[in-house]
């Protein structure tokens, strides 16, 4: 079994940053895919970033540039920051580890960019 305990959502003005982390307890290995989704209100949950074995990032285009993923293994946490953030990021972010075919999942936070 896994946990995933994200924080750093917040408002924030557009061209702001900010830094997501998801902190995961139980079995977790280098191995598996750490990453971040989002779903906006109305739209379905979306791929933003994820880290796989090796380190190997992948990013959705519209964050590519602006969003850097990281992981730090010792600590079983991943990393968002959001850089140069758009209205269009606004949205509740969740913390995702794929183990096998198993998926899990965080409770989400929430990222608004609003002026």
Known sequence: QV???????GLVQPGGSL??????SGSVSSTNVMG???QA??????MVARVLGGGITDYADSVK???????????????????SLKPEDTAVYYCNV???WQNYWGQGT??????
């Open 3 to 9: 946990q995933l305990v994200e924080s750093g959502g």
């Open 19 to 24: 830094r997501l982390s998801c902190a995961a």
């Open 36 to 38: 971040w989704y989002r």
């Open 41 to 46: 209100p109305g739209k379905q949950r979306e």
């Open 65 to 83: 540039g602006r969003f850097t993923i990281s992981r730090d293994n010792a600590r079983n946490t991943v990393y968002l920051q959001m850089n």
């Open 98 to 100: 794929l183990k096998g």
């Open 110 to 115: 929430q990222v608004t960019v609003s002026s």
